[in-house]
């Protein structure tokens, strides 16, 4: 039957004003962004005007708060739409070649164990309290899911994903019980040790870490590597 | 300095990809247009970079497959029913193919239609999805079973 798959795909053709309607919206959306580009061009100079007299006023928090901004963190040079496989962070370094996850490590296996839909008082009631993950800035937590590990009657895990969306940016952030005990480090931010994986044809940016018996994963779609690198440094800590 | 994007080259290229993934995963053309208009606005906005016609195909697809996502979540929010339309076909078992493929499971309909259309590898589709090679075959191999199973059902009937 699937012999006659491709034959039957064949024969499903793309309405040819749904190309041309595409075309428009695509050259539409191409003289919107240049459009921005210059406008962006010409504000320059009065940008460069206001942030230099606010520059001072910056600096001076900066060195009070000794927070830093994502500029200050990442020492190494960042390009849009180029990936760096080496980044020098201001207390840290960060590996984006070295593909220290596996695939194994990288997708749950969970031939072994049986897996239930849970809720907040299974997450209470497996780590003692509900840990409270920040919303990035900009971006808005569209779900939760909790999902409850079961070995026959026993509760041996409890994972929990959180989704948060920005357009079409994502960020995933997940916790669960750590249970192998090690993780292919490649990467530090803080003395803290962690796992770094860029996903070329996905765009995805994947962390992982260990820290008080806890395994977190952060992955991210369709972002930057700066933002990526400034969620995590942020997360991190 | 970054070189503009040739729009009708790219959507000459790419536009048979894009539609039928999306023609794969959701029941009606007018969902898979929407789809379709949305992935490739979305190359425009993102403005990336790529190394090869393979390499931006792969980002297509991807893209379409996370727009299908976003799709069947939105629906399921919204409480809504999908409206399935008749596609007409001229061989009547394309017509069945089509629609008993259509039956399964996204995450299965999604690794058939890669395999058998594009026929990528299932190393090729792993690397795609972000997964492990014995997932994909493990999809393969279900989504075969349950055709035969629904159409063994429909034959009995």
Same mark, same amino acid.
């Given at each position: 039957m699937l012999d006659k798959y491709k034959e039957a795909y064949d024969e499903i053709e793309v309405p040819k004003e749904l190309i041309t309607e595409t075309s428009l919206l695509m050259k539409e959306e191409q003289e919107k962004q240049a459009e921005k580009k210059k406008v962006g061009f010409f504000r320059r100079p009065v940008i460069f005007s206001l942030l230099g007299g606010m520059a001072a006023v910056i600096l001076a928090i900066g060195i009070l708060s000794q927070g830093g901004s994502s500029g200050e963190l990442i020492k190494t040079e960042l390009q849009a739409g180029k990936m760096v496989d080496k980044v020098k962070l201001e207390n840290g370094e960060l590996n984006f070649?070295?593909? $220290?996850? $596996?695939d194994n490590d990288l @997708? $749950?296996?969970?031939? @072994?164990y049986i897996t239930k839909a849970g809720s907040d008082a299974d997450v209470k009631e497996f780590y003692g309290e509900i840990i409270t993950i920040e919303v990035p800035k900009?971006?808005?937590? $569209?779900q939760t899911k909790i999902e409850c590990l079961y070995d026959g009657e026993q509760l041996t895990n409890v994972k929990v994903v959180n989704e948060y969306t920005k357009g079409d940016e994502r960020i995933y952030v997940t916790y669960e019980k750590e249970d192998e005990g090690t993780l292919n480090t490649n990467s530090t931010i803080d003395k803290q040790e962690l796992a770094l994986r860029y996903n070329k044809v996905n765009e995805e940016f994947v962390a992982k870490y260990i820290d008080e018996g806890k395994l977190y994963s952060i992955k991210t779609e369709n972002m930057t590597q700066e933002d990526f690198i400034t969620f995590l440094v942020k997360f991190v800590k | 300095m970054r070189k503009e994007m040739d729009c009708d080259k790219i959507l000459e290229l790419h536009a048979n990809t894009v539609y039928k993934v999306a023609m794969s995963q959701v029941k009606n053309p007018d969902d898979a247009k929407d789809i379709f208009q949305e992935v490739f606005l979305r190359l425009v906005k993102y403005q990336k970079d790529f190394e090869s016609d393979e390499h931006l195909k792969a980002w297509l697809i991807r893209v379409t497959i996370n727009c299908c996502k976003d799709f069947f979540k939105n629906r399921y929010n919204a409480n809504k029913q999908e409206l399935v339309v008749e596609i007409p076909f001229e061989d009547p078992t394309h017509h069945e193919v089509f629609y008993y493929v259509q039956e399964l499971d996204e995450k299965y309909k999604v690794v058939i239609h890669l395999f058998?259309?594009?026929?990528?590898s299932i190393a090729d589709i792993a690397k795609l999805l972000d997964t492990n090679e014995s997932t994909i075959k493990t999809r393969l191999s279900r989504a075969r079973e349950n055709l035969k199973k629904r159409m063994e059902r429909d034959l009995d009937a």
């Open positions: 070649a070295t593909h $220290s996850i $596996s @997708s $749950s296996d969970l031939k @072994s900009g971006f808005t937590n $569209s | 058998y259309y594009e026929q990528y």
